[in-house]
């Protein structure tokens, strides 16, 4: 056990014991985990959605250390998020709704998170935290958007939305026709998935592995860098989103079942998530950080549509294979439970229940106020979010309703989000703890039919009612804040700017593998 352990320990039974009776303890105000300070790994993935697990259903892919993360944790079977990733990463960020975070879409500078959100990070560095990203950021690429100066002190990422996305690192810049600068003749004409050109610490380098590895090792040495104190590692890997690439080894996995390549792109990202997961928790084990540490497993969105695809003579030991997408309607851009349901897991060795799950609707604008009362710090008072802390204590406790929004937030470029296909009035969801209304126009009971396939906006239509005027109220107040609407003036992309500067001067530096 390490002193730390060994200090909470103490603390909480002391809590427990001292002067409380044990049933007064299990009641009492503020909750026994504020105030903790564990350490936290915050693992994010991307478009994987809430039944691409084998603990959530799926019958054929294979994830045994997030089993065994959800068997050793507590499992929150009704989280919700955004139907996109760069409002989602908002809400996590800030605790409050994406909307009023300024981001609205995943580009054109609709993603890009309002100077004026106090972040995450933030607020763990004032509780003493060393905070660091590894991966994808996607809330901004300009210098003042970026983790750097929001709140994080070590940042290893790609840029925009996705390695090899416009927006990425290298852009125009490998095709330019000036002399090679040293290290140039190393990449490639575009950002990769294998061997990734990323940006650590405001230095671009050339990392050698797959990218989910890649980010996986960097994390891991940075932790153990930095286990003197509480740390909060981020760790928001780009994969499973497309590109649907995976390392060969996964890749031949699923070739031999009959999938196609797409297919096992997909599949075979997550199994190399799901090894990089079981690396992390060995690691930990081996760094007696175990009871220590608080880790979360999440996605950002709903899984995408390829997850629905029909799988024509595909078998495994003879057995053939379906798709599976855990009875859901919609996938990622809709605003369906598709869309917006997700894994989320928390695991704190010896400290929170194990193999519990909770019930309650829990969403994305909660992990702020409940890390934040955990590090003992002082949460917000004017977010949307709540802290988890009663249900990480007790998952059947009390846990009254709530009404949640959601958009697409697809609308027109630089238009009044009020004249398009997905404007105000479309492409939009409310839930409740039992009811989801759709655009308006649909209304499902999600507690006795989460698959969504019986509309009951005519039987029901006072509830759908209030529902809506619910949302409107929620629209009046919002949307003065979407203040990224207007079209991004900005040549070249500062993320390219940055790259190319460092290009024709220094060069591009090949990445210091980390010796763990």
């Known amino acids: 056990m390490s002193f730390r352990h060994l200090q909470a320990t103490v603390a909480f039974l002391t809590f427990l014991f001292g002067t409380h009776s044990a049933a007064q303890a299990e009641a009492a105000e503020p909750s026994g985990l504020q105030g903790r300070r564990p350490n936290i790994i915050f693992i994010l993935t991307d478009d994987q959605g809430y039944a691409q697990l084998g603990c959530e259903g799926h019958p054929w892919l294979e994830t045994p250390h997030i089993d065994q993360l959800r068997r050793e944790g507590l499992a929150f079977t009704d989280f919700q998020v955004s139907p996109t990733c760069s409002p989602t990463r908002s809400a996590l960020m800030t605790g409050n709704v994406p909307f009023k975070n300024g981001v609205t879409h995943t580009g054109g500078g609709r993603d890009r998170m309002a100077l004026s959100a106090v972040t995450l990070p933030e607020l763990l560095k004032k509780q003493g935290y060393a905070t660091g990203i590894f991966g994808k950021w996607h809330l901004g690429d ?3 958007y970026q983790p750097g100066s929001r709140g994080f002190d070590e940042v290893f990422i790609h840029g925009s939305g996705g390695i090899g996305q416009p927006d990425d690192t290298l852009g125009r810049a490998a095709k330019t026709s000036t002399p090679a ?26 990392t050698k592995g797959f990218c989910t590895d890649v980010f996986f090792s960097q994390a891991l040495s ?18 499973p989103h497309s590109p649907y690439i995976a390392p060969k080894d996964r890749r031949e996995k ?18 190399n998530i799901d090894d990089n997961v079981g690396r992390l928790m060995d690691f930990l084990q081996k760094r007696d950080l175990d009871r220590d540490t608080l880790v979360i497993f999440m996605s950002d969105n709903g899984a995408v549509p390829l997850v629905k695809h029909p799988m024509q003579n595909c078998s495994r030991n003879g057995e053939p294979l379906q798709a599976y997408d855990g009875g859901l309607k919609g996938h990622k851009k809709t605003p369906h439970e598709g869309g917006t349901l997700v894994p989320a897991i ?15 609707l829990t969403a994305h604008i909660d992990l702020l106020p409940t890390l934040v009362a955990l590090a003992g710090g002082d949460v917000p008072r004017k977010i949307d979010g709540k802290s988890l802390t009663p249900l990480l204590e007790n998952p059947a406790a009390a ?3 709530r009404t ?5 937030g697809r609308w027109k470029w630089g238009a009044e989000p009020n004249h398009s296909k997905y404007d105000k009035d479309a492409g939009f969801a409310v839930r409740n703890a039992r009811y989801r209304l759709v655009n308006n126009e649909e209304l499902y009971d999600v507690l006795a039919d989460r698959g969504e396939t019986t509309n009951l906006i005519v039987q029901k239509p006072e509830i759908a009612k209030a529902m809506s005027q619910a949302y409107d109220a929620w629209w009046d107040e919002v949307r003065p804040l979407m203040v990224n609407e207007g079209p991004l003036d900005r040549a070249p992309n500062p993320f390219h700017d940055k790259f190319e500067q460092q290009l024709n001067s220094t060069g591009i530096p090949a990445w210091e593998e980390p010796v763990l």
């Open 142 to 144: 300009e210098e003042a």
């Open 181 to 206: 600068k040293p290290g140039e003749e190393l990449l490639p004409r575009k950002n990769t998935y294998e061997d990734p050109v990323l940006r650590h610490n405001g230095t671009f380098v050339k």
């Open 346 to 360: 928390f695991r704190w060795k010896g400290v929170l229940p194990e193999g519990a799950e909770s019930a309650a």
């Open 399 to 401: 846990w009254p309703d």
């Open 222 to 239: 940075w932790i153990k860098d930095h286990r003197d104190k509480p740390f909060f590692a981020y760790i928001p890997t780009n994969a």
């Open 404 to 408: 949640l929004f959601f958009h697409i």
């Open 254 to 271: 699923f070739a031999a079942y009959g999938l196609n390549r797409d297919q096992q792109g997909f599949y075979g990202m997550i199994e």
